[in-house]
């Protein structure tokens, strides 16, 4: 899908979705895996194709859900950077 049916899709389900290293959640909007968050300047130098900026950006079509990944509590404590404790 593109990037415009993407957003809306993803504004309504609440899912975070990723097309090469970008990836949007309607709270965060575009942003880096690490949470680091994409400001406007960051389209300025995208090109697909013939098209440049956010003529290009809009046209991206390999839109997909994140899938869930399975990981350990040492791997998400590390990702995080600090120590957690499972509750249920």
């Known amino acids: 899908m593109n990037t415009c049916e993407m957003?809306?899709?993803a504004d309504k389900n609440g899912?975070?979705?990723v097309a090469d290293d970008m990836y949007y959640h309607k709270d965060k909007g575009f942003h880096e895996d690490d949470g680091g968050i994409w400001d406007?300047?960051?389209f300025?130098?995208?090109q697909e194709g013939d098209r440049y900026g956010l003529h290009a950006?809009?046209?991206i079509d390999n839109w997909e859900q994140v899938k869930k990944r399975?990981?350990?509590i040492g791997e998400i404590e590390d990702k995080l950077?600090?120590?957690i404790e499972i509750v249920n």
């Open 81 to 83: 950077g600090y120590e």
């Open 7 to 9: 957003v809306l899709l």
């Open 15 to 17: 899912k975070t979705y």
């Open 57 to 59: 950006f809009v046209h």
């Open 40 to 42: 406007a300047d960051a």
């Open 70 to 72: 399975k990981m350990t």
């Open 44 to 46: 300025q130098g995208y």
